[in-house]
């Protein structure tokens, strides 16, 4: 598996920090793990071509995790993608097939299927793919009850499986707990270090080390 990080930056842009996302290459095929703003600059320098994406995962809708996937189906079409493209998105997503139309990238129109699926369905599609919901916009709720707006404050964690290990992205949370079950056992962690308190950091290692004990013999041992 080959994970490369194409963005980490936080929800306020810096110089030199492009946002999230992560490109994850694994028995075959190609991931794009949310799509910050800017995205299609790193896949270009990272020679990824039109049709090499097989899916992209949102994991909610902070636009430095989504701004970007309009460009995204814009560059892929205008290089003639033929293959279909999975979207999985965390909620709404019959409004935000809507905004393709409304930017006038009519689905009917490009060069490829655009397929926009609900995160529900993901295993379904690529049973490699595990998504878990995390706490990460619960703190929206009185702002959401107070004027009845329809967000239903999903975000995910996903995991990638292969027979190799695992690789888990956390994307943004508020505690490590919410996703305690999704990361034990998984061979690589990239965890938001931005939202929860550093001791929820520690906690992320502690449940990860629980899967992965440390073995003095090997710690002592000579490399062979
Ligand atoms: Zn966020």
């Known amino acids: 598996m080959q994970i490369r990080i194409l963005g980490s930056g936080s929800g306020l842009p810096q110089l030199g920090k492009h946002l999230s ?7 075959g095929k190609q991931y794009l793990l949310d799509c910050g703003e800017g995205t299609i600059y790193q896949l270009l320098l990272s020679d990824v071509a039109e ?5 992209v995962v949102i994991t909610h809708f902070h ?10 189906i ?12 999975l979207l999985f998105v965390p ?8 905004l393709f139309s409304m930017f006038y990238t009519f689905p009917g129109r490009i060069s490829f299927k655009l ?6 369905e993901l295993s379904v599609h690529l049973p490699k793919l595990e998504a878990m919901t995390n706490d990460h916009l619960y ?12 967000n239903p404050m999903m975000a995910y964690s996903i995991r990638v499986h292969s027979d190799g290990g695992d690789f888990v992205y956390s994307s943004d949370l508020c505690t490590t707990d ?24 520690l906690e992320a290692e502690r449940l990860w080390l629980e899967a992965y004990p440390v073995d003095p013999q090997s710690a002592t041992g000579t490399a062979e």
């Open 21 to 27: 996302s992560v490109l994850v290459h694994s028995e």
């Open 51 to 55: 049709n090499d994406l097989d899916a």
């Open 63 to 72: 636009p430095d995790h989504v701004a970007g996937v309009f460009m995204l």
């Open 74 to 85: 814009q560059m892929l079409y205008l290089r003639g993608r033929e293959k279909d493209l």
């Open 91 to 98: 909620e709404r997503e019959g409004e935000f097939e809507a």
């Open 115 to 120: 397929r926009v699926l609900p995160m529900s």
């Open 139 to 150: 703190g929206y709720r009185d702002e959401i009850e107070k004027h009845d707006l329809p």
């Open 178 to 201: 919410s996703i305690a079950p999704l990361i034990k056992g998984a061979h690589t962690l990239l965890v938001d270090a931005g939202h929860p308190e550093p001791q929820q950091i």
